[in-house]
Nanobody, 125 residues
Framework: QVQLVESGGGLVQAGGSLRLSCAAS????????MVWFRQAPGKERDVVAA????????YYADSVKGRFTISRDNAKNTVYLQMNSLKPEDTAVYYC??????????????????WGQGTQVTVSS
């Protein structure tokens, strides 16, 4: 099992920044690709960003490309999402998940086994 705890969300004005953290409880953190999803009220859970096991590969949704940066610290069992130039449409609950599959195209959230409770990000206009 992998236990995940997201933190760092909050209320910010448009144009502001937040840094989200996801702490993983596992002895084998480095074997997992890590993925950030977000879910706004009434909408599906959509991928935001992903990072490979060693941190050398990244993926970003078009809607956040150039504004968000995903990173990881395997020594701390933590993945981060730096969010800059936030927009009201970024408002959502942000979740992280661990993925032990081969790196590839984004997949449905139904295909991931581990989730945290999420952290709320609210961006006011």
């Amino acid at each position: 099992q992998v236990q995940l705890v997201e933190s760092g969300g909050g209320l910010v004005q448009a144009g502001g920044s937040l840094r989200l953290s996801c702490a993983a409880s596992t002895r084998t953190f480095s074997v997992y690709n890590m993925v950030w999803f977000r879910q706004a009220p009434g909408k599906e859970r959509d991928v935001v960003a992903a990072i490979s096991r060693g941190g050398l590969r990244t993926y970003y949704a078009d809607s956040v490309k150039g504004r968000f940066t995903i990173s990881r610290d395997n020594a701390k069992n933590t993945v981060y999402l730096q969010m800059n130039s936030l927009k009201p449409e970024d408002t959502a609950v942000y979740y992280c998940t661990a993925d032990d599959a081969t790196w590839g195209a984004p997949r449905s959230p139904l295909e991931y086994d581990y989730w945290g409770q999420g952290t709320q990000v609210t961006v006011s206009s």
